[in-house]
């Protein structure tokens, strides 16, 4: 699975749109882009994934580019119940493996 | 998410003795996923079960063993617990039949403390 990078810690503030970026350099035609979410110790929450095209759903929006070398995950209101740390992660879909290499993520803190 | 539970939630244990944690789902999913957590880490696999008879090796699975008992449970020994096990386990599921993606689910966690 490709390696992904992305910023340590964010600030945003409270109703304004969180733009989290991902770079994912090294991703393969096959391999879909996910994010997840982890709220201090809980288990991590799927947010949403894509492969190409850009994708929206009740939680956030994410932005392929056309390269697919990098991606952006929107959440377009933060409220400060979206402080947490959020995980970029690229993978393929197999039928004799399906780790998900969690990384150390984006602590996101929603500021009042 | 509530259709993926573990007990106990949290547990001290001393060095030494033999702990279970526990992971049943509601989701009617067929694959099953250990992980643990340490501080400021990510996630890493330590067993992976695709089916009721189907037991796989992760990333770090010395010290560990699993038994899938049910499509919905799958149970994590530590055979005998050693200080550096202390760390944050979560089990996961997903659905076989979502051939385009295996999107996991999570359960809560549990906290395991090893003296």
């Known amino acids: 699975d490709a390696k992904t990078t992305q910023p340590t810690s964010m600030d945003c503030a409270e109703g304004r749109a969180a733009n989290l970026p991902c770079n994912h350099s090294?991703?393969?035609?096959?391999?879909?882009v996910y994010w997840y979410r982890q709220i201090h110790s809980q288990g991590p929450q799927y947010i949403i994934h894509?492969?190409?095209n850009n994708e929206t759903n009740e939680m956030a929006s994410l932005i392929i580019t056309e390269d697919r070398k990098s991606s952006t995950l929107i959440l377009p209101h933060a409220t400060l119940r979206d402080t947490a740390v959020y995980y970029c992660?690229?993978?393929?879909?197999?039928?004799?493996?399906?780790?998900?290499?969690f990384g150390t993520g984006t602590s996101l803190t929603v500021i009042p | 998410d509530a259709d993926v539970t573990q007990t106990p939630r949290n547990r001290i244990t001393k060095t030494g003795k033999r702990i279970m944690l526990e992971c049943s789902q509601t989701?009617?999913?067929?694959?099953m996923y250990w992980y643990r957590q340490d501080p400021g880490l990510g996630l890493r696999l330590i067993y992976y079960?695709?089916?009721?008879?189907?037991?796989n090796k992760g990333e770090i699975s010395d010290g560990y063993s699993v038994s899938r008992q049910a499509q919905a449970k799958f149970s994590l020994s530590l055979e005998s617990a050693i200080p550096n096990q202390t760390a944050l386990y979560f089990c996961?599921?997903?659905?076989?039949?979502?051939?385009?993606?295996?999107?996991?689910?999570f359960g809560p966690g549990t906290r395991l403390t090893v003296l």
């Open positions: 996961a599921t997903s659905d076989r039949g979502k051939v385009s993606t295996d999107t996991q689910y």
């Open positions: 090294t991703i393969s035609g096959n391999e879909y």
């Open positions: 894509g492969l190409k």
């Open positions: 992660i690229v993978r393929a879909f197999t039928n004799t493996g399906n780790q998900f290499y």
């Open positions: 989701k009617g999913h067929d694959r």
């Open positions: 079960s695709f089916d009721v008879k189907d037991i």
